[in-house]
């Protein structure tokens, strides 16, 4: 390994593992530039030596209602102490970028709290904070290459190498920050419990193993789209949360599937050999991750080879094919200025990794390289359908398998979603956990609630519902949205049911069932009258939920119509009256793209 000359910490906070991705490239930049890397999450990190730090840059995505990451909490936390000293980092040089979405008015709210707190402690900032902006039509790259471009050359100033010597150049490969090697063939299972050198899985305080309990499917066999009703069990201790919160977890591959990938990439004959993970000082092992297992089981459970790659794929690839045309393809696409083909090749058409790879048969990538480049599966998000009241020890949910076909004329099912199709009751769910999401029920059961979720955004407002009725709430209107009434109507017999007792109304819109397309935000303005004098004269609160894309705009240009049509207010004062129900969250939204 060539020398290393100055120590860089990059300390990073993910809630999906972008935060994390772009870590580990700052690393890789870092290693380039014969810095000491480590790359920690932010709670894995012993924050007390803290002061004892020259260099680090922070990285941190957005969760929520502008909540800081899971594995970012505790950081935060001490790092809000009253009793810390003002000038506790006088002698930190430090830098933050921050992962978000500006469609969301908290928009990247962590980064923008530690990098105040940060310069509050005595910190120097090495430049100003980078926001990362999901819908920059590059995505975060878009606000990340520039950014950094800027912060080496700062840094590079600040901290500069030795006469004679240079930045290791971008065609030279690093050693593997997690190598994998391959144990004996006399090795087994049991014998590596012994193992000095095996690190355990373990979950953490905020995790549970659940119980699959019932995988239901509740759209029409005919319909196009399966949507699933899972009911989750928890098997101890059951996690706790409330109406409006989210499930987070970790899916794997199908079994069957990986097979057929080792088999292309001709490692069929490893997939039942043990391997061993060997960390480094730059990069440790996840917490849920064992570091002794089959060849065949890192692939099921934890490398990312049917999702689309990012763009640090196609920069690690190209250290390993053998054409140098396709050598060259792969640096241009892992360069600022190949992004858009990289978009148009990969991103546009959903390519997969393993995609890619059949696409660049000249690759051949050494085991010990493996970690550095497939990416792992990232967590998934999901709205919780259920109320915990009603249904304690359990969590519902309601999830769209996604299968679609793509540009390339393939069919293309979600990494996720397909797993979720197989589970079966009895199955395991590992490490689930639950984060805040950005909508809340009304402060009291009195308050009237008009929500709003066509698809599956229905399932908050379920949870939201069977509390309220719990409560004894008297004024709710769902909003719902599908196709069609006898096909993808979910919870139909619920809703109906709860309208019987005089407890709901219900605005349903189903875009197909006529010759003229209805939606909800048709719905909304064939009400308005109703909805206007709950919003005004009882301070409704409006929940919506759903896609994200035209959507949200839809129904809050129908909402603003309300307001001028019934309310007799202007434009700009149907923009205001709007505003003000956001700030105060008298409004509130999650969606999704």
Partial sequence: MSQSYHDLLVLFGSETGCAEDVAERIGRQARRRRFRT????MDDYDKNKLIEEKLVIFVCSTTGQGDEPYNMKKFWRFLLRKSLPRDILSNLNCAVFGLGDSSYAKFNYPAKKLYKRLQQLGAHMIHTRGDGDDQHYLGLDGSLDPWLKIVWEEIMEKYPLPAGVDIIPEDVLLSPSLRVELLSNETTLNDTTKHEQRIEPHNLESEFDMVVKSNERITDTKHFQDVRH???EASSEAPKYEPGDIAVFTPQNIPTEVDRFLE???????ADKLIHIQTSEERSLPHHWTSIMTFRDLFIKYLDIFGVPRRSFFEMLAHFTEDELQTERLQEFASAEGQDDMFSYCQRPRRTVAEVLFDFKSATIPLEYILDLFPVIRPRSFSIASSPQVHPKEIDLCIAIVKYKTQLKKIRRGVCTKWVSQLNPGDIIERLRITKGTMKLPPSPEIPLIAIGPGTG??????????????GAKEN????????????????????????????????AFSRDQEQKLYVQDRIRQEGAMLWDLIENRQAKIVLSGSAGKMPEQVAFALKQIFMQQGGLDAEQAENYFSAMNKTGQYQEECWS
């Fill in 38 to 41: 480590r790359v920690i999450a």
């Fill in 230 to 232: 899972l009911v989750l």
């Fill in 264 to 270: 292309y990439m001709e490692w069929s004959d490893l």
């Fill in 458 to 471: 229905v399932a908050p407002m379920r949870a939201f519902l069977e509390q309220r009725m719990l409560d």
């Fill in 477 to 508: 209107v769902l909003v719902f949205g599908c196709r069609y009434l006898d096909k993808d109507y979910h919870y139909r017999l619920q809703w109906e049911e709860y309208a019987s007792q005089g407890r709901l109304k219900i605005l349903a």
